[in-house]
């Protein structure tokens, strides 16, 4: 996930552009422009596609694909974020998402939902979290009606 310049948590996104030849080529310049050039070493595919939900707008669609990475790809992905071309414009930093519960109950994954999240983005790691092979790291993906939009939840084993 990052924090993004208004202060809340939510997903590296952006509008498909025509020159994009598919949805996930423009979800591929995305991540490059959002995350920085290591994401080049990886390209999101159609076989990636996990999903679909109707969002909260009219004509709104939300596609959901996962990748599997590396730890060496999400280290870099996580080191060459701060030289993306929307690094301190739209994007702040990424942040990991704890995917754990402390012993108390509240601190890790409780506490860290009780952030404040554009849009859907709550939801949307809900589903990933809960839904996914929790063994299984992954890169999660989507596209929110004309927006991709992506959140890391941390490297394969």
């Known amino acids: 996930m990052q924090m993004r310049f208004d202060g809340r948590l939510g997903f590296p996104g952006g509008f498909v552009d025509t020159q994009d030849s598919s949805l996930e080529d423009g979800l591929n310049r995305e991540l490059r422009e959002e995350l920085g050039e290591a994401a080049a070493a990886f390209r999101v595919e159609r076989t990636d596609y996990r999903s679909s939900h109707v969002g909260s707008g009219p004509r709104v669609v939300a596609h959901f694909y996962a990748k599997r990475l590396t730890l060496e790809q999400l280290l870099a992905v996580e080191a060459g974020a701060t030289r993306a071309k929307d690094h301190g414009l739209e994007v702040l930093g990424l942040v990991r998402v704890p995917l754990y ?44 009606g004309r927006m991709w939009e992506c959140f890391l939840i941390g490297p394969e084993r």
């Open 101 to 144: 519960t402390l012993r108390d109950g509240v601190g890790g994954l409780p506490t860290f939902l009780e952030n404040s999240f554009i849009g859907s983005a709550r939801e949307q790691l809900l589903e990933a979290a809960l839904h996914g092979p929790m063994e299984m790291r992954t890169l999660v993906l989507g596209r929110e």
